[in-house]
């Protein structure tokens, strides 16, 4: 049973738009929710990340937006570069050692 | 410089051997853990540790063994592998404070 949904499975948006990445989850215990970034080749890393007593969270073109009630997050990547081009995996944790939960993942490609 | 390695990059092996994957991390961090990454399944854990000498199953354990020698080190074993093994396997380390880094990875092909 996946606890943490993402969609849509890929996305492709051109260079400047704003490309919008949803995530779900079931399990109303967890309260972090960070964002990893993966690039062909390599393992993922920690992109931006937010505490479920936050609903807004921004770092530069990178934003989430959380919605605690309904069960949802969204990553909105504004402005998007060639760059940008990568899998993202949203994952949701309990805190309980540290443990993530990871999506299935959003491959988003950026066409200049 | 990479603080998680992981080694072998890539192997192949055959049906019903043994296989071990390794794991070296020079974070000082006490968890380590091991992610499966299988195309539309996203990562998922296997078995993680919070402390040397001992072992937490994950979400899908079965098939896989964990060792975690000192605190630095965390292998991964399939006694009998299998195709269904077939995936990129992943190690992390983490301080507990939340952020999980992980190191490029192991392609590991069944035959």
């Known amino acids: 049973q996946q606890q943490v949904r993402q969609s849509p499975q890929s996305l492709t948006v051109w260079e400047g738009e704003t490309a919008i990445l949803n995530c779900s989850y079931e399990d109303s215990t967890f309260n972090y929710f960070p964002w990893y970034q993966q690039f062909p080749g390599e393992g993922p890393a920690l992109l931006i990340s937010?505490?479920?007593?936050?609903d807004k969270k921004e770092d530069g073109r990178f934003t989430i937006f959380f919605n605690k009630r309904e069960k949802k997050l969204s990553l909105h990547i504004t402005d998007s570069q060639p760059g940008d081009s990568a899998t993202y995996f949203c994952a949701a944790s309990d805190s309980n050692y540290n443990v993530l939960y990871f999506g299935s993942g959003t491959k988003l490609t950026v066409e200049p | 410089e990479a603080a998680v390695t992981q080694s072998p990059r890539s192997k192949v092996a055959v049906t019903g051997g043994k296989v071990t994957l390794s794991c070296h991390q020079t974070?000082?961090?006490?968890?380590m853990y091991w992610y499966r990454q299988d195309t539309g399944h996203g990562l998922r854990l296997i078995h993680y540790?919070?402390?040397?000498?001992?072992?937490e199953k994950g979400d899908i354990p079965d098939g896989y063994k964990a060792s975690r020698p000192s605190q630095e080190n965390f292998s991964l074993i399939l006694e009998l592998a299998s195709l269904s093994q077939t995936a990129v396997y992943f190690c992390a380390s983490s301080d507990g404070k939340n952020t999980l880094y992980f190191g490029a990875g192991t392609r590991l092909s069944v035959l």
């Open positions: 974070n000082n961090h006490d968890y």
């Open positions: 937010i505490r479920s007593v936050s």
């Open positions: 540790s919070y402390v040397a000498d001992s072992t």
